[in-house]
């Protein structure tokens, strides 16, 4: 199989993975670099509906936009300009997170999969949905070199060396927001992870994220 081939069919793949956390709104976008100058990008449609005929879309990082895509690609865009660490990014609208977004607060390193963020989430106060360039290019400096971004009352957008594992860096954060709001529901301050512990220090293993400090 040719590397497009691949990629496209990464594409698909993370589209159903994302489909299957239960996030299927129509903002939801995978994206995988394909080399310095484009990416792909899954088609202008809610992940759970791409099909294998689907055939996702060739962008340019540097050129315009095509209008066959959805307006927020262009943080794709910015993002891979800034970071080439970057080779995968997931946008996505994921229900607790949304919720915690709209209070203005991010999740708190208070669990293993949330210590993958730490020490803090990047945080976009702007609630309307980021359809110019400017907007795009401030988003990705915002983000700098964290992990992920939490857009208010708009999910987030999670990157990764790859799309794999931006894709597993997007299902933490869902799960470090709802650990978020359940302590937030209680009324007690909760605990927080001390960055100063490297047993805190979460790890990339095998293709496989452990995040060490249980016990």
């Known amino acids: 199989m040719s590397p497009r081939g691949r990629a496209d069919d990464l594409i698909r793949v993370a589209a159903r993975a994302i ?9 939801d976008i995978a994206c995988v670099r394909i080399d310095a100058h ?23 990082i540097d050129g315009p936009l095509p209008a066959e895509v959805l307006g927020e690609v262009r943080i794709h865009q910015q ?36 210590s993958y963020f730490a020490p803090s989430h990047r945080f976009w106060h702007d609630p309307r949905l980021v359809r110019h360039d400017a907007w ?17 009352g708009n999910g987030a ?14 299902w933490y954060l869902e799960d470090a927001a709802r650990v978020e709001l359940d302590v937030l529901a209680s009324g007690i301050p909760g605990l ?15 293709g496989f994220s452990s995040a060490c400090g249980s016990g």
């Open 19 to 27: 489909a299957r956390a239960g996030w299927r709104t129509p903002m």
């Open 38 to 60: 484009y990416c792909l990008v899954s088609p202008a449609k809610p992940l759970g509906l791409v099909t294998d005929s689907d055939v996702p879309i060739r962008v340019s």
């Open 79 to 114: 993002i891979y300009r800034l970071r080439p660490d970057v080779g995968g990014i997931v946008r996505f609208q994921s229900p607790k997170l949304v919720s915690l977004s709209t209070l203005g607060k991010t999740p708190s390193a208070r669990h293993g999969f949330g």
């Open 136 to 152: 795009a290019a401030a988003v990705a400096a915002t983000l700098g070199a964290a992990r992920a971004i939490v857009l208010r």
């Open 157 to 170: 957008v999670a990157v990764g060396s790859s799309l794999q594992e931006a894709c597993v860096l997007s």
């Open 192 to 206: 927080v992870f001390d960055p100063r512990n490297p047993r805190r220090v979460p790890l990339w293993r095998d």
